[in-house]
């Protein structure tokens, strides 16, 4: 079943389109990989998905199990299970990482009508999550993304989508500053939250991130459209000959 | 609708309804005729039983005040106030004489029972107060005196504070029952010819709290009072003097409601601290007086002078705020460093919203050597507001060693507020080290949305971005209320995006 459908999407930001009429299905338990030039729309299309005021949609809709996505607030989004992690995650000083997921995935379930965690529970949760991925307890002490390394910072957002179980899971550029290590710890991170309910966008430069996540659908987008879909070989094809045979179709 | 915008939308939509603290309490109370003359003077001390000194004391103050004029250098504007059209004094009519708490008003109790204050010692027994045994330093006692329009109703926790020699009640009683002590401490910290605001204050004062801390006493428990101007066209003037003898530590809370009401209401009070040698005393206030509606009608005008005087060597003061209330805010609770080694602190919170008018911050006044003072100050502003951080930080010529840092952060919450900081540093002599930082910040549009992203409304987002902004000042105040403050930020921001 159809998890998102955008379809003919066109957005302007000040003035200035940036999505052209750009159409994209993606089904419960599938990965998709975008792939893209610089400044094609992909960071763009993702804010849209999550509400990121700014943005003018003047086309075409975004359907997520076939309710009205723009519509909701961004709020409302979240807690009906769209995550998106960004591509420069924010500092937010002087709130500690563990309130922040606490205020969060509480919120989260209050507005879903379903009931607050529990301390032990969610500090078990949290341990858990953060083992697996590697992220030291005292960093949950510090402030959201303060003075976190990028590669941290980075490990940060997966935590949260690991914590917060989402049905639609978004990652921009989520491979850009981590190291191979911290590559591969990530993607296991993702890899085990692929399940036949969810489904994931991978927004990304580089094949060798699919190496790891393994895609079930890539597209390539350029200059505000989806120019090309095809499955997992298309990525290495990008990989051996650039973008500019796409520039051309786009 | 960008976040920010659509807070500023909401902000225009604040109403009084949004005032928790908006209602009135319906009781009979005894006051003077209305206006300003030596009659009035006469008639509160008489009210109060005063003794002759006292009085003379006042109509002092009184004739000083009658030569004085307004002070006009704050960033605050507001229509003149008469004043002779306001009431002096309001006392709610008592029944007889208050000799437990069993025997004052239900309605008064009432009243408090709102504002959440357990002034009930059996409130307190289940609430605040440790179990036997239990040792859970969190769990403190709280004593509080309550100020009702102008008089103190009740003072919990008397018994067991008189056992540690500590005095805390009225400053009322203590003129009648301690006099020696007020003599001596009465206007020595803010002298009667101060200013305008503490001169009326010193001339018509009708009660406030009186803390004696005897030399090497650790205060059993934290202190506490909390104001409530009830009456219509009251002016509120409490009178607070604090002194820890040499080696006394003493912890004291101070808060305020207001109902609200379309007329403005006047509060000018006077806070005097002693803190004799190696003694300590730590004063926080949770200011949160009705701020006036969504078109700037009504509210609180808060002209307020809370000095402390580091006396003794190695003394300490600290002052802690957080201001959410009042139509005007006009304090700037100081520090006199005349003991060598002695060390003043200033933490503030100021946050304004719909057209409030905020003018606050802290003199740190460095007179003895080796003397050091710190100054952390938040100012957020929202809607309309201004929000204007003025201090003075100024070394002797026999200050040698003085050292000072000072950090004032604004945040802006939405385009048609302003935050303005207003440092006035001086250093008569050259070992003076002096440290001042200043920012100015809007909440950023980036982190608001990654916070909604993850699930939080924007009324939460802000609280939350706002709560991690004043971290480093909620992290000063004892830990009951820095809970409450807490919530009370994200409630006066709640009204800031609907
Ligand atoms: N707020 C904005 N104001 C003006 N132009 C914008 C704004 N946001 C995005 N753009 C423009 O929209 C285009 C698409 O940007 P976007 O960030 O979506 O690209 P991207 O595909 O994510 O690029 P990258 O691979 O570099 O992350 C760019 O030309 C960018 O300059
Ligand atoms: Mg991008």
Known sequence: MALLEVKDLKVRVEEREILHGLTLTVNEGQVHAIMGPNGSGKSTLSHVIAGKPGYEVTGGQILFRGEDLLEMSPDVRAAKGVFLAFQYPVEIPGVATMTFLRTALNAQRKARGESEYSTPDFLKKVREVSKSLGIPQDMLKRGVNVGFSGGEKKRNEVLQMALFEPSLCILDEMDSGLDIDALRIAADGVNALRSPERAMVVITHYQRLLNYIVPDVVHVMSKGRVVKSGGKELALELEASGYAQFEDAA | ?498
Not at chain 2, 287 to 302: A, L, R, V
Not at chain 2, 332 to 356: K, T
Request: charged residues 25%.
């Open chain 2, 1 to 498: 609708m960008p976040a920010v915008q659509e807070t500023v939308e909401r902000v225009k939509r604040i109403d009084v309804d949004q005032y928790r603290y908006g209602f009135e309490t319906l009781i009979e109370s005894d006051k003077a005729p209305k206006g300003l003359s030596e009659e009035t003077v006469k008639f509160i001390s008489e009210k109060k039983n005063e003794p002759a000194w006292m009085l003379q004391w006042r109509l002092e103050a009184y004739r000083r005040w009658l030569t004085m004029t307004e002070p006009t250098w704050a960033r605050v504007d507001y229509p003149k106030i008469d004043f002779q059209d306001l009431y002096y004094y309001s006392a709610p009519k008592p029944k007889k004489t208050i000799t437990s708490l069993d025997e004052i008003d239900p309605e008064i109790l009432k009243t408090y029972e709102k504002l959440g204050i357990p002034l009930r010692e059996v409130a307190m027994l289940e609430g605040v107060e440790p179990k036997p045994g239990d040792q859970d330093p969190n769990r403190r006692k709280i004593a509080v005196d309550a100020v009702f329009d102008s008089v103190s109703v009740a003072t919990t926790f008397k018994a067991e504070l008189k056992k540690a020699g500590v005095i805390f009640m009225p400053i009322s009683e203590a003129i009648r029952e301690h006099p020696e002590l007020v003599q001596k401490y009465l206007g020595s910290v803010v002298p009667t010819s101060d200013n305008f605001y503490a001169t009326l204050n010193s001339a018509v004062f009708s009660d406030g709290s009186f803390v004696y801390v005897p030399p090497g006493v650790r205060c059993p428990m934290e202190l506490s009072t909390y104001f409530r101007i009830n009456e219509r066209n009251t002016g509120q003037f409490e009178r607070t003097l604090i002194i820890a003898d040499k080696g006394a530590y003493v912890s004291y809370l101070e808060g305020c409601t207001a109902p609200q009401r379309d007329e403005n209401q006047l509060h000018a009070a006077v806070v005097e601290l002693v803190a004799h040698d190696d003694a300590e005393i730590k004063y926080s206030t949770v200011q949160n007086w009705y701020p006036g509606n969504s078109e700037g009608k009504g509210g609180i005008y808060n002209f307020v002078t809370k000095r402390g005087d580091c006396r003794g060597d190695r003394s300490k003061i600290s002052w802690t705020q957080v201001e959410t209330g009042s139509a005007i805010t006009w304090k700037y609770p100081s520090c006199i460093l005349r003991g060598d080694n002695s060390s003043g602190e200033f933490y503030s919170i100021a946050i304004s919203n719909g057209y409030q008018q905020v003018d606050s911050g802290t003199k740190m006044i460095h007179l003895g050597k080796n003397t050091s003072s710190r100054i952390i100050s938040k100012g957020i502003a929202a809607g309309k507001s201004q929000n204007t951080y003025r201090g003075l930080v100024t070394a002797h010529r026999k200050a040698t060693g003085a050292r000072n840092f000072t950090a004032c952060d604004s945040l802006l919450i939405g385009d048609k507020c302003g935050a303005h900081t207003v440092p006035y540093i001086e250093a008569k002599n050259s070992s003076a080290t002096f440290e001042h930082e200043a920012t100015t910040s809007k909440i950023s549009e980036d982190v608001l949305f990654y916070c909604i992203q993850r699930g939080l409304s924007q009324e939460e987002a802000v609280g939350l971005v706002v709560n991690g902004f004043v971290k480093d000042v909620l992290q000063q105040l004892p830990m009951e209320f820095a809970v409450e403050a807490q919530k009370l930020i994200s409630i006066s921001l709640e009204g800031s995006v609907g």
